[in-house]
């Protein structure tokens, strides 16, 4: 008896790599984290371990070399993708002074806005297309993309061919690589697969450190051109290191539908996307403007502004990963309530930062809380899903609505400060928006469970 019941238990564990059982049958149960990872990569998730065993004939091997090797692959996606976005309010101050032309802040800001848009977009649609084989593409497209992008943008001297170089085909080789580097990871790890996602994730703060600092360097001694193109070619070899160490070790058998309009009849779920669209409405104003807010103040040089973005940045980093970890023992949804609601607490905080101790500490702060609640925002959907297998739907429709909050949130701001001539509206903007954004994730929260404080959620 005792042989057959050890027989059963590789069995079991082939059958389903997320359940480890060991000869005191204790069962690891999968986290919110763990399952919104494996929506993006396993179109249909069930949690049902027979179709499991049909779509992964073998299990992950959960570490070794290779599976490390995608982690490394996998950072530098987002170092490429995110990492850009993050990197933008560097050039938001730069072409508010350029030689080439004049626009306002708000004009300016819609290259930075295009740029984040399209990656939401485009990843949207990516995904069907990573479902049916075509992840070498994806990822060989954006790698192309997004460094020819920077290269075309270094010969601009005109508003609207920055916007296209850019805006737009930045923007649409940050779309193709953002799947790629969240999908691939579940494909190699079970135990420690929010690690890994976790490790890989702080790729786009590490970009908003390294970018910044880098382009400030090279534009004061070769100019705007070539910095910008050694940006491209920064973005290139590391692409190339994606493309060398990547694969792909599971073909996907099902391809995953795009629309779940159900899913806007349940209260929760609809107000969990209105919190994603104010959120990201708002979330990028500080991050944008907190350069020009510097020098326009006198708050610090010229010279040491130029570094406060890679100080958020570098906040962001434990902000981006420890949620991550926070969210499996008390839930996602118990992250983000306190989370963005300390987020519009320091936007609001912005309007009394007039010192240059100030200002540094307020963009670790702001860099802290916004990176928590950004990392673990589309892990919430796992706590207001029942049917595990509409996770990757739903979690590419909050994604869509989320992009349009990107879209105009920055330009908004920028029209405001552009149509009164001062900083305390924009701020303002920022706080009070974010401040709503945690009103609608607490709403969210409260028709999923009521007020039940205690519930993992």
């Known amino acids: ?43 249909g998730l069930s949690s049902d371990s027979e179709e499991k065993a049909a779509d992964v004939p073998e299990p992950p091997p959960n570490g070794g070399l290779q599976a490390w090797l ?74 192309f993309l997004v460094p020819f992008g920077f290269m075309m943008t270094s010969l601009c001297r005109e508003y609207w061919q920055v916007v296209i170089a850019q805006g737009i ?40 450190i390294v970018y910044p600092i880098m382009f400030r360097s090279l534009q004061q001694s070769v100019g705007f051109g070539w910095a910008t193109r050694s940006i491209a070619f920064v973005a290139l070899g590391t692409s190339m290191i994606s493309i060398s160490l990547m694969k792909q070790r599971v073909m996907p058998k099902q391809k995953r ?19 994603m669209f104010l959120a990201f409405a708002a979330f990028y104003g500080p991050v944008y403007y907190i350069q020009p807010y510097a020098i326009s103040e006198a708050i610090t040089t ?14 962001s980093v434990p902000g981006r990963i420890l949620p991550n970890f926070a969210g499996d023992y008390i839930g996602p949804m118990n992250v983000l309530v306190p989370a963005s609601f300390m987020t519009g607490v320091m936007a609001l905080a912005w309007t009394g930062v007039h010192t240059f101790g100030g200002i540094i500490t307020w963009a670790c702060f702001y860099g802290l809380f916004s990176g928590a ?18 996770i990757g739907t739903r979690m590419g429709q909050s994604f869509f609505i989320s992009s349009f909050g990107l879209l105009v949130g920055t330009p908004v701001t920028g029209a405001i400060l552009s149509s009164t001539g001062k900083w305390l509206g924009p701020q303002l903007f920022s706080g009070f928006v974010l401040m709503a954004t945690a009103s609608s994730f607490l709403a969210c929260r409260y028709y999923q469970v009521g007020m039940k404080l205690m519930v993992k959620v």
Request: some cysteine.
């Open 257 to 275: 539908k795009l629309w779940d309009f159900d899913a806007f009849k349940e209260a929760p779920y609809t107000l969990y996307c209105v919190a």
């Open 373 to 390: 609640f950004v990392s673990i925002a589309p892990v919430g959907v796992v706590a207001l899903t029942a049917d595990m297998r509409k």
């Open 70 to 143: 995608q982690v490394v692959g996998s950072f530098f996606l987002f170092f490429n993708s995110w990492g850009t976005i993050n990197s933008f309010g560097l050039f938001q101050t730069y072409y508010e002074n350029n030689p080439y032309w004049t626009e306002t802040p708000s004009n300016i800001s819609w290259i930075g806005s295009i740029q984040a848009y399209l990656l939401l977009m485009v990843g949207v649609f990516s995904g069907p297309i990573y479902d049916m084989g075509y992840f070498r593409t994806l990822i060989v497209t954006g790698s």
């Open 302 to 315: 010229e010279a040491f502004a130029f570094y406060l973005l890679p100080i958020l940045n570098a906040a």
């Open 169 to 208: 085909v930045v923007g649409l080789g940050n779309g193709f690589l953002f799947v790629p580097s969240v999908a691939i990871l579940p494909q190699y790890f079970t135990t420690h697969k929010a690690l890994a996602n976790g490790l890989a994730a702080a790729g786009s703060s590490c970009g908003g």
């Open 1 to 43: 008896m005792a042989e057959a019941k050890n027989a059963e238990a590789p069995l079991r564990s082939q059958k389903d790599p997320d359940t480890l059982t060991n000869s005191n049958q204790i069962t690891r149960v999968r986290t919110p984290v763990e399952t919104a990872i494996d929506a993006e990569a396993t179109p």
